[in-house]
């Protein structure tokens, strides 16, 4: 299997998650050709039900196509599946979109606030400064006293990020 086609399983892996990526590998590697349903489920070892719900959840995603055919003798439908990769670039470049857009909320959010610690513990939570005041400035958790948290690093890793992000949109990574 090439690097492109390793990538594709990991990104299904991360955004489906196991079974999805198995099947998307068996497909892969049958260089994008047409399978059966039943085929892909004997390759992985897997309930051929279980497979076709992956395959619809797939389909439904516009990341494979099918094609069905009738047995004349049988009057039953066979169903020969395809991957649509470039859809898996469309859906990988919506995704980074959509993280890009948190990353932005998140650091509007840590720009436009500022943050308490606790002096003692380790467990305890950050917060606001409006929190921090509501509790005089001692902390929710265990009682002891706040000070001001630095969050430059925060902003900085989110910066870079988000920069990163959108670099690799614009260059179609």
Not at 3 to 17: A, P, R, W, Y
Not at 67 to 86: C, F, G
């Amino acid at each position: 299997m090439t690097d492109t086609s390793e990538n594709i399983v990991e990104v299904v892996k991360m955004i489906f998650g196991e079974v999805h990526a198995k099947v998307v590998k068996v497909m892969m590697e049958n260089e994008g050709k047409e399978m059966r349903d039943e085929e892909i489920a004997k390759k992985i070892g897997m309930r051929v039900n279980e497979v076709r719900r992956v395959l619809y959840e797939l389909h439904n995603k516009q990341i494979a196509t099918y094609r069905k055919v009738i047995d004349p003798s049988t009057r039953w439908y066979t169903y020969y599946w395809k991957l649509n990769t470039e859809n898996i670039y469309t859906l990988i470049k919506r995704r980074k979109r959509r993280v890009i857009e948190l990353l932005k909320q998140r650091l509007e959010y840590e720009r436009n606030n500022t943050f308490f610690k606790c002096t003692k513990g380790e467990r305890c939570p950050i917060v606001t400064f409006d929190v921090a005041m509501e509790h005089y400035f001692k902390c929710p958790t265990c009682g002891a006293p706040l000070e001001q948290f630095d969050n430059s690093k925060i902003i900085e890793l989110l910066e870079k990020k988000i920069s990163e992000l959108e670099e690799e949109l614009r260059n179609d990574v």
